[in-house]
């Protein structure tokens, strides 16, 4: 495989100073870009700052920034800003989130996503091109903005986050790559095409695009552990409509709709145990490092330009073996 992403942990036994001596041994390992998103912990634009700052070659993305949190004029200084820091190195990867990040826990509407994610990205790829943004549309009425620093030399990659058909066929559309997520390698294929149809209809090719996706990956000689902590992830991710629509899609709808029929009766427990042997296999890859490497081959014959490992551990200090996970893939 020509690239190969890594995700940065998302988690609080990580602290963030430490993110950069796992940082260094991607850059040292031969990945090509380091992502890293935001949920309830480290932001996004802060931990980027700091990993361009202390890197030299290696890539570094968002995977994802929603659109509404913050303002597309915002984004655009944003990624203007990261594009000083690391000339050529910036990916911008944005989405539309969840219902709850966006209108329980931060107060905000959650109205029609696609559309204003379209608008946003519009606006952004105005602000990065230094033009005078005079914009009315559904979600954001500019007037007379103008990014004060010249126009980069080579536009910051916008990436958007898909799920589904719509937001595949956005992404083919309007983006520069992809990135998808919780997708089993029989998936790939149709989201590969749904993106394909989006970008033909632009008059562009899928040659064009990058099509990236995260799995969740535990390199370890005892894997049962790490399955455990699989499902409890995957079942936080049954439970919001738009990821149990996807995963209904893929096959498993047997699994999603008794996962929430037990978290509705308030069984936690009974829902984790809902996730079957088969749905774990299909979402994230668990085991020896022979058996990674395979298996992650896998992802790329479907149709995949940049696998990104995601690594995760159960361990109470989850460092040791997120870097045992990380170099089983060293270039």
Same mark, same amino acid.
């Given at each position: 495989?020509?690239?190969?992403?890594?995700?940065?942990?998302?988690?609080?036994?990580?602290?963030?100073?430490?993110?950069?001596?796992?940082?260094?041994?991607?850059?040292?390992?031969?990945?090509?870009?380091?992502?890293?998103?935001?949920?309830?912990?480290?932001?996004?634009?802060?931990?980027?700052?700091?990993?361009?700052?202390?890197?030299?070659?290696?890539?570094?993305?968002?995977?994802?920034?929603?659109?509404?949190?913050?303002?597309?004029?915002?984004?655009?200084?944003?990624? @203007?800003?990261?594009?000083?820091?690391? #000339? &050529? *190195?910036?990916? %911008?990867?944005?989405?539309?989130?969840?219902?709850? /990040? !966006?209108?329980?826990?931060?107060?905000?509407?959650?109205?029609?996503?696609?559309?204003?994610?379209?608008?946003?990205?519009?606006?952004?790829?105005?602000?990065?091109?230094?033009?005078?943004?005079?914009?009315?549309?559904?979600?954001?009425?500019?007037?007379?903005?103008?990014?004060?620093?010249?126009?980069?030399?080579?536009?910051?990659?916008?990436?958007?986050?898909?799920?589904?058909?719509?937001?595949?066929?956005?992404?083919?559309?309007?983006?520069?790559?992809?990135?998808?997520?919780?997708?089993?390698?029989?998936?790939?294929?149709?989201?590969?095409?749904?993106?394909?149809?989006?970008?033909?209809?632009?008059?562009?090719?899928?040659?064009?695009?990058?099509?990236?996706?995260?799995?969740?990956? @535990?390199?370890?000689?005892?894997?049962? #552990? &790490? *399955?455990?902590? %699989?499902?409890?992830?995957?079942?936080?991710?049954? /439970? !919001?409509?738009?990821?149990?629509?996807?995963?209904?899609?893929?096959?498993?709808?047997?699994?999603?709709?008794?996962?929430?029929?037990?978290?509705?009766?308030?069984?936690?427990?009974?829902?984790?145990?809902?996730?079957?042997?088969?749905?774990?296999?299909?979402?994230?890859?668990?085991?020896?490092?022979?058996?990674?490497?395979?298996?992650?081959?896998?992802?790329?014959?479907?149709?995949?330009?940049?696998?990104?490992?995601?690594?995760?551990?159960?361990?109470?200090?989850?460092?040791?073996?997120?870097?045992?996970?990380?170099?089983?893939?060293?270039?």
């Amino acid at each position: 495989m020509s690239r190969l992403g890594l995700a940065l942990p998302f988690t609080a036994a990580v602290p963030l100073s430490d993110y950069l001596s796992l940082a260094g041994e991607a850059e040292a390992s031969g990945y090509d870009t380091l992502w890293t998103g935001e949920i309830n912990g480290t932001d996004a634009v802060t931990t980027m700052a700091l990993l361009a700052s202390r890197t030299g070659r290696i890539n570094v993305a968002s995977g994802i920034i929603p659109v509404q949190t913050r303002t597309p004029i915002v984004l655009g200084m944003t990624a @203007a800003s990261l594009a000083q820091i690391a #000339p &050529g *190195r910036i990916r %911008l990867g944005l989405g539309v989130s969840s219902k709850i /990040i !966006v209108n329980e826990w931060n107060g905000l509407p959650f109205e029609r996503p696609l559309e204003q994610l379209k608008e946003a990205v519009r606006v952004i790829r105005m602000v990065l091109a230094g033009e005078r943004v005079n914009f009315e549309g559904r979600f954001y009425r500019i007037r007379n903005f103008r990014l004060a620093q010249p126009p980069l030399p080579k536009p910051v990659p916008i990436y958007l986050a898909a799920l589904g058909p719509r937001m595949l066929r956005l992404a083919g559309e309007i983006a520069d790559g992809v990135l998808l997520n919780w997708i089993p390698p029989e998936a790939i294929p149709q989201s590969v095409r749904e993106i394909e149809i989006g970008a033909e209809g632009a008059g562009r090719s899928l040659a064009d695009l990058e099509i990236a996706a995260y799995i969740r990956t @535990a390199v370890t000689d005892d894997p049962e #552990p &790490g *399955r455990a902590a %699989l499902a409890r992830d995957i079942t936080g991710y049954c /439970i !919001v409509d738009s990821y149990a629509r996807f995963f209904i899609a893929c096959g498993f709808g047997k699994e999603v709709e008794a996962v929430n029929a037990a978290w509705r009766a308030g069984d936690r427990q009974g829902a984790v145990s809902q996730i079957s042997a088969r749905f774990l296999d299909g979402l994230g890859i668990v085991g020896r490092a022979d058996f990674c490497r395979r298996r992650l081959e896998e992802y790329t014959k479907a149709g995949l330009t940049q696998p990104v490992i995601f690594p995760f551990s159960p361990d109470p200090d989850p460092r040791p073996a997120l870097s045992r996970t990380l170099q089983a893939f060293a270039a």
